[in-house]
Nanobody
């Protein structure tokens, strides 16, 4: 069982930056691929970014490519999402997720989820 706790959300103006963190409570964190997803009101949960267990492979949604960066620190059992040049359309609850094996971009492929952290970008 893996427990995930996100933090770092908040209110920011358009063009600003935030860094989300997701702390995992497992001794085998380095064996999990990690993903970030987001869900805006009235919309389906969508893929944002994913990273392999060692951090050497990353994937991004087209909508965030060039603005967001996913990274991980296996010594701290933590995955990060650095979000720059934020836009009002980035407003959503952001969730981190974990799975073993290779990174995936579909939410149904992930086994463990955090409770989410709210990101609000004002125009």
């Amino acid at each position: 069982q893996v427990q995930l706790v996100e933090s770092g959300g908040g209110l920011v103006q358009a063009g600003g930056s935030l860094r989300l963190s997701c702390a995992a409570s497992t001794r085998t964190f380095s064996s999990y691929c990690m993903g970030w997803f987001r869900q805006a009101p009235g919309k389906d949960r969508e893929f944002v970014a994913a990273i392999s267990w060692r951090g050497g492979t990353t994937f991004y949604a087209d909508s965030v490519k060039g603005r967001f960066t996913i990274s991980r620190d296996n010594a701290k059992n933590t995955v990060y999402l650095q979000m720059n040049s934020l836009k009002p359309e980035d407003t959503a609850v952001y969730y981190c997720a974990a799975r073993q094996g290779v990174p995936k971009t579909t939410k149904n492929e992930y086994d463990y989820w955090g409770q989410g952290t709210q990101v609000t970008v004002s125009s």
